[in-house]
């Protein structure tokens, strides 16, 4: 199902931070998190609280709802944490993000997407923003105490989360109660109605705590926001629909992983065709032929939203997993782009871009691996070059591409060094290996190629 044309252009919004998400456990459930939906977590407490002989039969009137649950429970023991240590809380704490989880950081990180509101307990969001080096660029908030530490984007843990005390989860109605009474409503209103677009995801199953919860936060956002609900069912088997006031036009019938990858796609799409302007304007300006941009950009975009920021982080020489795009980043992987379709015009190759940063040349016979860098303007020869030596010897394994000793770099001041093609740069004739001591490297001005295609041809002997 496509995405509503309003939330295709947020998403794509050149301002960004149009949109607030806010999430369930249907988000945690999608493999490989793979986390019990809260009615199975429910169920599997109340055996074990039964087994232990901490409840009698009878004592829990409904056991698949979680909020009916802990107040049973608080009201035989007086606190909650005999249901909390019930509870899958190493599945918590060691949850796996999935593909959503990792897009939806890199939403944030683009900043595409303003604020996270989650209901869940888990840490897999926070582990996807680890993944992709959020670092201090999205903040983390654990529950109302800490609402000083909101940034420019914000992971909100609306119930705590399982790094809290046990006692400070928000599991029963009179816990809920008291944390909207002490502000928290406050704080998530503010945020979520400073965006024009809040989209429900992730609401698999249902609970008190969960609908009080999600009412609460529909009545704060009023009228001035769009609100929308996503979700694999029809509408009409929606737990939540009639409680959002969501009508078939707000609501989007597609899981957690889907909704994302959809928002991911779109908002490829508007960085690529950046570059692509970048690479019209450079052609322009230097006066080059025209190289097949579309279909470049074709194969950029099919990379995915993480993939693609990993090849930013690889072509720029980051140091970050993931690299957002920044300010003059287009220009330079413009410059990059055009050399690849030179040599693919030149040669009659085809290019394949991996995120690892290595380029795959393949004719009908052969096929060659180069990897791509640009010194952004700034480097020297010298650094550069000892920079890529540092990075193949401490490559992680399980690469998408073989070792290549052969670089294609523009951006670098200075003089160019003087190229000398190794014997050999086939893909299958890789037999030494820069870990075990080989240090030579090939290095391809893309100027150089510009100016003396015979270069390439020397590569490509």
Same mark, same amino acid.
């Given at each position: 199902?496509?995405?509503?044309?309003?939330?295709?252009?947020? +998403?794509?919004?050149?301002?960004?931070?149009?949109?607030?998400?806010?999430?369930?456990?249907?988000?945690?459930?999608?493999?490989?998190?793979? +986390?019990?939906?809260?009615?199975?977590?429910?169920?599997?407490?109340?055996r074990k609280l039964l087994a232990d002989g901490v409840l009698q039969d009878g004592d829990c009137?409904?056991?698949?709802?979680?909020?009916?649950?802990?107040?049973?429970?608080?009201?035989?023991?007086?606190?909650?944490?005999?249901?909390?240590?019930?509870?899958?809380?190493?599945?918590?704490?060691?949850?796996?993000?999935?593909?959503?989880?990792?897009?939806?950081?890199?939403?944030?990180?683009?900043?595409?997407?303003?604020?996270?509101?989650?209901?869940?307990?888990?840490?897999?969001?926070?582990?996807? #923003?680890?993944?992709?080096?959020?670092?201090?660029?999205?903040?983390?908030?654990?529950?109302?105490?800490?609402?000083?530490?909101?940034?420019?984007?914000?992971?909100?843990?609306?119930?705590?989360?399982?790094?809290?005390?046990?006692?400070?989860?928000?599991?029963?109605?009179?816990?809920?109660?008291?944390?909207?009474?002490?502000?928290?409503?406050?704080?998530?209103?503010?945020?979520?109605?400073?965006?024009?677009?809040?989209?429900?995801?992730? #609401?698999?199953?249902?609970?008190?705590?969960?609908?009080?919860?999600?009412?609460?936060?529909?009545?704060? &956002?009023?009228?001035?926001?769009?609100?929308?609900?996503?979700?694999?069912?029809?509408?009409?088997?929606? #737990?939540?629909?009639?409680?959002?006031? +969501?009508?078939?036009? @707000?609501?989007?019938?597609?899981?957690?992983?889907?909704?994302?990858?959809?928002?991911?796609?779109?908002?490829?799409?508007? &960085?690529?065709?950046?570059?692509?302007?970048?690479?019209?304007?450079?052609?322009?300006?230097?006066?080059?032929?025209?190289?097949?941009?579309?279909?470049?950009?074709?194969?950029?975009?099919?990379?995915?939203?993480?993939?693609?920021?990993?090849?930013?982080?690889?072509?720029?020489?980051?140091? /970050?997993?993931?690299?957002?795009?920044?300010?003059?980043?287009? @220009?330079?992987?413009?410059?990059?782009?055009?050399?690849?379709?030179?040599?693919?015009?030149?040669?009659?190759?085809?290019?394949?871009?991996?995120?690892?940063?290595?380029?795959?040349?393949?004719?009908?016979?052969?096929?060659?691996?180069?990897?791509?860098?640009?010194?952004?303007?700034?480097? /020297?020869?010298?650094?550069?070059?000892?920079?890529?030596?540092?990075?193949?010897?401490?490559?992680?394994?399980?690469?998408?591409?073989?070792?290549?000793?052969?670089?294609?770099?523009?951006?670098?001041?200075?003089?160019?060094?003087?190229?000398?093609?190794?014997?050999?740069?086939?893909? @299958?004739?890789?037999?030494?290996?820069?870990?075990?001591?080989?240090?030579?490297?090939?290095?391809?001005?893309?100027?150089?190629?510009?100016?003396?295609?015979?270069?390439?041809?020397?590569?490509?002997?």
């Amino acid at each position: 199902m496509p995405l509503p044309p309003t939330l295709l252009e947020a +998403i794509a919004a050149p301002e960004g931070g149009r949109i607030v998400l806010v999430i369930g456990a249907g988000c945690s459930f999608e493999p490989p998190t793979g +986390i019990p939906l809260a009615r199975e977590c429910s169920r599997d407490a109340h055996r074990k609280l039964l087994a232990d002989g901490v409840l009698q039969d009878g004592d829990c009137a409904d056991p698949d709802d979680l909020s009916v649950l802990a107040d049973a429970v608080q009201a035989k023991t007086g606190r909650q944490s005999a249901l909390v240590s019930r509870l899958p809380i190493t599945q918590f704490k060691n949850a796996t993000p999935n593909d959503g989880h990792l897009i939806t950081a890199a939403l944030m990180l683009e900043g595409a997407i303003a604020n996270v509101v989650t209901l869940n307990f888990d840490l897999a969001l926070s582990h996807a #923003l680890s993944q992709v080096a959020a670092k201090n660029e999205v903040s983390i908030v654990k529950g109302p105490e800490e609402h000083h530490r909101l940034g420019r984007a914000n992971v909100i843990y609306l119930h705590r989360n399982v790094e809290a005390d046990p006692e400070q989860w928000i599991l029963t109605t009179e816990a809920l109660a008291k944390a909207w009474r002490n502000n928290w409503e406050e704080v998530i209103a503010r945020f979520a109605t400073a965006t024009p677009i809040i989209v429900f995801a992730g #609401l698999g199953s249902s609970c008190g705590v969960l609908q009080d919860s999600i009412a609460k936060l529909r009545n704060a &956002l009023g009228s001035g926001s769009n609100v929308y609900l996503a979700g694999p069912d029809d509408i009409d088997d929606s #737990l939540f629909a009639d409680e959002l006031k +969501i009508t078939a036009r @707000d609501y989007v019938q597609l899981g957690w992983v889907d909704l994302m990858r959809a928002f991911s796609e779109r908002l490829i799409l508007e &960085l690529a065709n950046k570059i692509v302007r970048a690479c019209d304007d450079l052609t322009y300006k230097e006066k080059w032929p025209n190289e097949s941009v579309a279909s470049l950009r074709d194969r950029l975009t099919a990379l995915g939203l993480i993939a693609f920021g990993k090849l930013r982080a690889a072509w720029l020489l980051d140091d /970050r997993t993931y690299l957002k795009m920044e300010e003059g980043h287009a @220009d330079l992987i413009a410059d990059l782009l055009l050399a690849i379709g030179l040599i693919e015009r030149i040669e009659g190759v085809a290019a394949t871009m991996n995120s690892d940063g290595i380029v795959e040349f393949r004719s009908a016979t052969h096929h060659w691996y180069v990897r791509v860098a640009s010194g952004r303007g700034v480097r /020297r020869w010298t650094s550069i070059e000892t920079e890529l030596l540092q990075r193949e010897k401490y490559s992680a394994t399980g690469t998408h591409s073989p070792r290549s000793r052969t670089v294609l770099i523009a951006g670098v001041t200075g003089p160019p060094r003087p190229v000398t093609p190794p014997v050999s740069i086939l893909g @299958d004739d890789d037999d030494d290996s820069i870990v075990g001591g080989d240090t030579h490297l090939t290095l391809l001005d893309v100027d150089q190629i510009r100016l003396d295609p015979t270069k390439i041809q020397e590569m490509f002997a």
